[in-house]
């Protein structure tokens, strides 16, 4: 398991051009969250909530990674041992930056795949429509796809993921994120060295909890951070 994990929210992406969620203009103050990202969505709402993931899948085509992304993607790559990308965000501009797919933990799922509903069969369908894999229909076992996007209520596999990599963890930096989802206070409270990078305070967060707190944007704070990542492995 990796000393320090980098930790990210849809901030990350706002430079990029990508909505976050609950800053003004975000995308919960445009979609009601609990039609098109809860666990009965699909059930009640299914074209309304495929219409929702098929344009922000199709949006993201002509995102391009941003100089954090960059950064976080060139420091993984020059240290894939000691450093773990765990991100919310379900954008590939962490892979358009350079890294594997199965170097980014996405906690949330990911944009550019459909999951069979029945057989948990992944398709990559890049930034196509649904209903364009086999019109909506899984190849192995014939069952509706839905987005491979983990919606409110329901089950985040991945977590288990994080909760065994903060065991390890004894750096942990969060980037872009509110807090309203990951307990990131917590985590803080039990590594050794935390830093917190969001554009401003999150009433869901507690930066006193932090060792450094940068109120700005990621693509300004990272060099300071990546500096920091390279002076603690230097000290190990
Ligand atoms: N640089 C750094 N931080 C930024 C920037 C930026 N350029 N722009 C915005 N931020 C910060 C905001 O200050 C805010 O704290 O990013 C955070 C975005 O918060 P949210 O919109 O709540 O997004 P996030 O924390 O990723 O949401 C978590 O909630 O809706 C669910 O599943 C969804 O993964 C998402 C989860």
């Known amino acids: 398991m990796s000393k320090i994990i980098i930790?990210?929210?849809?901030?990350?992406?706002?430079?990029?051009?990508?909505?976050?969620?609950?800053?003004?203009?975000?995308?919960?103050?445009?979609?009601?969250?609990?039609?098109v990202c809860n666990h009965d969505s699909l059930e009640k709402n299914e074209s309304l909530?495929?219409?929702?993931?098929?344009?922000?899948?199709?949006?993201?085509?002509?995102?391009?990674?941003?100089?954090?992304?960059d950064i976080i993607a060139d420091l993984k790559n020059k240290y894939p041992n000691d450093i773990a990308v765990i991100t919310?965000?379900?954008?590939?501009?962490?892979?358009?930056?350079?890294?594997?797919?199965?170097?980014?933990?996405?906690l949330h799922g990911f944009m550019n795949e459909v999951r069979c509903q029945e057989c948990s069969d992944i398709v990559n369908i890049g930034?196509?429509?649904?209903?364009?894999?086999?019109?909506?229909?899984?190849?192995?076992?014939?069952?509706?796809?839905r987005p491979n996007i983990v919606?409110?209520?329901?089950?985040?596999?991945?977590?288990?993921?994080?909760?065994?990599?903060?065991?390890?963890?004894?750096?942990?930096i969060v980037i872009g994120t509110s807090g309203n989802v990951v307990g990131v206070n917590m985590i803080a409270q039990f590594v050794e060295k935390s830093i917190l990078n969001n554009y401003e305070?999150?009433?869901a967060i507690d930066d006193v909890l932090f060792d450094k707190v940068l109120y700005k944007k990621a693509t300004d704070a990272i060099e300071e951070i990546a500096q920091d990542i390279e002076?603690?492995?230097s000290e190990q």
Not at 88 to 106: M, P, T
């Open 151 to 172: 919606f409110f209520g329901e089950a985040a596999p991945m977590y288990e993921v994080l909760n065994k990599e903060v065991q390890d963890c004894e750096f942990f």
């Open 7 to 35: 930790f990210s929210g849809a901030g990350i992406s706002a430079e990029s051009g990508i909505s976050t969620f609950r800053d003004s203009g975000g995308l919960w103050e445009e979609y009601d969250v609990s039609v």
């Open 49 to 69: 909530t495929i219409e929702f993931y098929d344009k922000r899948r199709l949006d993201l085509e002509d995102k391009e990674s941003n100089y954090a992304h």
């Open 201 to 203: 305070q999150s009433d």
């Open 231 to 233: 002076e603690f492995l």
């Open 127 to 145: 930034y196509r429509s649904l209903y364009d894999s086999n019109n909506g229909f899984c190849k192995p076992c014939g069952a509706k796809l």
């Open 88 to 106: 919310q965000n379900v954008d590939n501009l962490f892979q358009k930056a350079g890294l594997k797919q199965e170097d980014v933990i996405h």
